[in-house]
């Protein structure tokens, strides 16, 4: 059975810095492309960004490429999301999913159960 | 960025009603769109991807169809596990970009 287990949100001040986890198990983590979609509290969906199954490459949300970094650790099966100088519009929940490919077409197969972040001083 | 146009916003149906809710790009997206559903208990799972093709395991009421600018997901006849929120979801140009969300309500 495919797990993406999200780990590591909370309550975090302005300016700070937040590093996401997500856990995965029942597939093999080094075939996948992986991405990081959020949830805000009015319910707008918005796709920060993905990450190749090898590392090698990453492609963001214009709006978040300078503060958001996906990785992976392919010998943990763990994706991560590293948050630098979040601001009160970061507060939302962020799913970890899987892309899988129907030919060229992507989409997201499996999502995690997300992790709740909220940015408050 | 694709701006992405969902309708309605909420739909209160009852039980075996067709419904149908729509999405429109700002520009042509060549077919290059999914629809997922998500749970109240926030648990989110695709239903069609690539415009019409129906994933795996979701029942054959749902169907997804459209080009160009124009997409619509079609539940033929409301069960009760069908009331939920429903996303549309664009990947013709980065970044990927979602439709507001419907909420299917009971009437």
């Known amino acids: 059975e495919v797990q993406l287990v999200e780990s590591g949100g909370g309550l975090v001040q302005p300016g700070a810095s937040l590093k996401l986890s997500c856990v995965a198990s029942?597939?093999?983590?080094?075939?996948?492309?992986m991405s990081w979609v959020r949830q805000t509290p009015g319910k707008t969906m918005e796709w920060i960004g993905d990450?190749?199954?090898?590392?090698?490459?990453?492609n963001y949300a214009p709006s978040l490429k300078n503060r958001f970094t996906i990785s992976r650790d392919n010998a943990k099966s763990t994706l991560y999301l590293q948050m630098s100088n979040v601001r009160s519009e970061d507060t939302a929940t962020y799913y970890c999913?899987?892309?899988?490919?129907?030919?060229?077409?992507?989409?997201?197969?499996?999502w995690g159960q997300g992790v709740m972040v909220t940015v408050s001083s | 960025d694709i701006q992405m146009t969902q309708t309605p916003s909420s739909m209160p149906a009852s039980l075996g009603e067709r419904v149908t809710i729509s999405c429109r790009a700002s520009?042509?997206?060549?077919?290059?769109l999914n629809w997922y559903q998500q749970k109240p208990d926030g648990t989110i799972k695709p239903l069609i991807y690539?415009?019409?093709n129906l994933q795996s395991g979701v029942p054959s009421r749902f169907s997804g169809s459209g080009s160009g600018t124009d997409y619509s997901l079609t539940i033929s006849s409301l069960e009760p596990e069908d009331f939920a929120m429903y996303y549309c979801?664009?990947?013709?140009?980065?970044?990927?970009?979602f439709g507001a969300g419907t909420k299917l309500e009971l009437k």
């Open positions: 999913t899987r892309e899988t490919y129907y030919g060229y077409n992507p989409y997201f197969d499996y």
């Open positions: 029942g597939f093999t983590f080094s075939d996948y492309w």
């Open positions: 990450i190749k199954y090898d590392g090698s490459y990453t």
């Open positions: 520009q042509g997206i060549s077919n290059y």
């Open positions: 690539y415009t019409s």
């Open positions: 979801q664009q990947y013709d140009s980065s970044p990927d970009t």
